[in-house]
C-alpha cells in the first residue's frame, strides 16, 4: 500500500515538474519574444500544460483566457481534407477523378486535367490570382460561386501533379466539390462529421457579421517600429474552406486525437490522408509531415495559419505522441521555435524522470 501510495506522489510530482517547465518556456516566450495568446502541449491526448498569456484586447486590457476563441487561418484545411475523405468513405468521391467529374460547371483550365489529389497537395497548377492581390479579394462579400468564377477558375501556370505551390485556391474548390457531392452546405457537413462528433462547441465557420463570443482580436507587428497595430479589416468567411474558420486550443486537441486515433475516417482514408510526399514538397492532405527536422527526432505532422495577426502551430508527433498547439494574436513571435522549445522541453523532462518504474 506504501509502494503504492509513493508511486503516485511520484507521478504527481513529476507531471508538475513537467507542467512547471513547459509553462517557463511560454512565459520566457512571452517575456523575450512578445508571445500572446494560448499554448497547450499533450502527450497522447491528455494535457501537460494549456496556459494564456498576454492580451485578447489591447485597446481594452482584456486578458487572454484558455478558451478564447481564435481565428485558425488554414488550419481550416485540416477539416476540409477530412470532409473530402469521409465522402471518399462513403464511395461518393475517388481521388483520381478530375474537377469535372463533380463540379462541371466549372469553367477553369484544369477542369478535365485536375484531380482532388493535385487540389488536396496544392499541386493543381491553376493560377493563383488572389494572393498577388494581398487582402483586396478577402475585403467584398461574395458568394462561394463568385468568388471561384473571380479568383478560382485561372489558366494553368504548370503542369497538374508536377509541382507544388501552396496556396488557397485548392482548398476552396474542394469546399465547392463537397457541397455538389454532398447536396449539403460545407457547415452542415462539418457539424455532422467533424464537430458533433467530437463535441467541438467551440469550432465553427465565420458566416456574417457577427463574431464568436470571446473572440480575440488580432494584431500586425512592424519589426522596424517595434509596435502592434489592429489587423485591417477583413471578412474570414471569405477564405471558405482553405481559412475561414475559428476554434480554441482544447477543441483543436480534441479534432487532433480524433484524426489520429481513427475516430473520424476509416483506417483506410486516415492512412491516405497521412501519406507525406517528398515529391509535392512533403505535403499530406491538409498537412506537411516530416521524419525529423530541427529539435524534432522523430516523425511528425504540421500545419501552420497565419491571416495578418491570426498566427497558429499545430504538431503532432507520432512515436512519442505529442501535440503541440500554439495560437497567437499577433506575428511578433516565430510560433515554430516556440513549438521546438516546448518539445524540447517535453523530451528533456522525460528522460530526466526515466520510466516511473518501481522495484
Known amino acids: 500500500m506504501r509502494i503504492i501510495f509513493f508511486f503516485l506522489v511520484l507521478l504527481t510530482a513529476r507531471a508538475g515538474m513537467c507542467q512547471e517547465s513547459l509553462s517557463q518556456v511560454v512565459d520566457q516566450f512571452a517575456g523575450e519574444n512578445g508571445f500572446s495568446g494560448v499554448v497547450l502541449v499533450a502527450t497522447d491526448g491528455k494535457v501537460d500544460v494549456l496556459k494564456a498569456v498576454g492580451l485578447s484586447d489591447r485597446e481594452t486590457g482584456k486578458a487572454m483566457h484558455t478558451d478564447s476563441k481564435f481565428r485558425i487561418a488554414s488550419m481550416t484545411k485540416v477539416f476540409t481534407a477530412v470532409l473530402i475523405m469521409k465522402l471518399v468513405d462513403e464511395n461518393k468521391l475517388a481521388l483520381d477523378k478530375p474537377i469535372s467529374a463533380y463540379f462541371p460547371e466549372y469553367v477553369g483550365d484544369g477542369k478535365d486535367k485536375v484531380t482532388l489529389h493535385h ?70 457537413n462539418l457539424a455532422e462529421h467533424i464537430l458533433g462528433p467530437l463535441q467541438l462547441r467551440n469550432t465553427g465557420m465565420y458566416k456574417g457579421k457577427n463574431s464568436p463570443q470571446g473572440e480575440v482580436n488580432s494584431y500586425v507587428w512592424d519589426d522596424s517600429l517595434k509596435t502592434l497595430t489592429p489587423d485591417e479589416p477583413y471578412l474570414p468567411e471569405m477564405y471558405f474552406g482553405s481559412g475561414g474558420m475559428y476554434s480554441t486550443a482544447e477543441d483543436l ?25 517528398p515529391e509535392l514538397g512533403y505535403t499530406a492532405y491538409g498537412f506537411w509531415g516530416s521524419e525529423g527536422w530541427g529539435t524534432f527526432s522523430e516523425k511528425f505532422y504540421y500545419r501552420t495559419g497565419g491571416i495578418l495577426g491570426s498566427t497558429s502551430n499545430w504538431i503532432h508527433t507520432i512515436d512519442s505522441k505529442k501535440t503541440i498547439l500554439i495560437l497567437s494574436n499577433s506575428n511578433q513571435t516565430n510560433l515554430f521555435e516556440l513549438s521546438e522549445a516546448l518539445y524540447l522541453m517535453g523530451t528533456k523532462e522525460k528522460t530526466l524522470t526515466g520510466s516511473g518504474n518501481i522495484d
Open 119 to 188: 487540389l488536396l497537395t496544392y499541386s493543381s497548377g491553376i493560377e493563383n490570382t488572389a494572393d498577388p492581390l494581398g487582402m483586396k479579394s478577402y475585403q467584398t462579400l461574395l458568394t462561394l460561386d463568385e468568388y471561384i468564377a473571380r479568383y478560382c477558375s485561372g489558366p494553368l501556370v504548370f503542369v497538374p501533379g508536377s509541382e507544388s505551390r501552396y496556396g488557397n485556391t485548392e482548398y476552396i474548390l474542394l469546399q465547392k466539390i463537397i457541397e455538389k457531392v454532398s447536396g449539403r452546405s460545407f457547415e452542415d
Open 253 to 277: 486537441l480534441a479534432f487532433d486525437q480524433g484524426l489520429f486515433g481513427g475516430k473520424l475516417l476509416s483506417p483506410e482514408s486516415t492512412a491516405r490522408l497521412l501519406i507525406i510526399h
